[in-house]
């Protein structure tokens, strides 16, 4: 069975750091480029980061380009968001889930993460 447990969110104030974890079982992570997604209120969910099977390439949104880092453990079967500089408009519930290649989200999506950003 497939799971996708998020963690890591929290109420941060501007300016703030969170790291996000996704731990997945169920299918073989290493074949799959992994991916962070976001939900804000009333909002279509959003692509954040991807990256790729071995970890060598990463893609960011450009709304968090230089703020926020996707990076995995293979080892762990884990992927991480790294956010800096959080911004109020980061606020959301953050997923991630996994892909082939560049082809859509494979899994069920799971509980996300919230994250909110205010002072």
């Known amino acids: 069975q497939v799971q996708l447990v998020e963690s890591g969110g929290g109420l941060v104030q501007p300016g703030g750091s969170l790291r996000l974890s996704c731990a997945a079982s169920?299918?073989?992570?290493?074949?799959?480029?992994m991916r962070w997604y976001r939900q804000a209120p009333g909002k279509e969910r959003e692509l954040v980061a991807g990256?790729?099977?071995?970890?060598?390439?990463?893609n960011i949104a450009d709304s968090v380009k230089g703020r926020f880092t996707i990076s995995r453990d293979n080892g762990k079967n884990t992927v991480y968001l790294q956010m800096n500089s959080l911004k109020p408009e980061d606020t959301a519930v953050y997923y991630c889930?996994?892909?082939?290649?560049?082809?859509?989200?494979?899994?069920?999506w799971g509980q996300g993460t919230q994250v909110t950003v205010s002072s």
């Open positions: 990256i790729t099977s071995a970890g060598g390439t990463t």
């Open positions: 169920g299918f073989t992570f290493t074949n799959y480029v």
């Open positions: 889930n996994a892909a082939l290649g560049g082809g859509a989200p494979r899994w069920s």
